[in-house]
């Protein structure tokens, strides 16, 4: 079993910039792939980025392509997701999910942090 705790939400100006954290507990984080997941007021969650259980794949929506950068500390059974210049349409609820299989559907995903909080204004 993997446990996520996400970290690193907040307030912020359209064109600034946040750190999210994802801290996991269990052995077995460092071999399943990692993905950032985001859901708006009323709408479905959305698949951000995700990377592989190595480090050495990464995969991101085209909305925060050259935004946003994923990484990952297997030794220290974090993830993170780096995210500049942030726009008033990224405000939501930011996830960090886990999964054995390697993809970008929600469905991919084994297990799932609490969410943090995410808003831009502009």
């Known amino acids: 079993q993997v446990q996520l705790v996400e970290s690193g939400g907040g307030l912020v100006q359209a064109g600034g910039s946040l750190r999210l954290s994802c801290a996991a507990s269990?052995?077995?984080?460092?071999?399943?792939?990692m993905g950032w997941f985001r859901q708006a007021l009323g709408k479905e969650r959305e698949f951000v980025a995700a990377i592989s259980w190595s480090g050495g794949s990464t995969n991101y929506a085209d909305s925060v392509k050259g935004r946003f950068t994923i990484s990952r500390d297997n030794a220290k059974n974090t993830g993170n997701l780096q995210m500049n210049s942030l726009k008033p349409e990224d405000t939501a609820v930011y996830y960090c999910a886990a999964a054995r299989a390697w993809g970008s559907r929600v469905d991919n995903y084994d297990f799932w942090g609490q969410g943090t909080q995410v808003t831009v204004s502009s």
């Open positions: 269990g052995r077995t984080f460092r071999f399943l792939a």
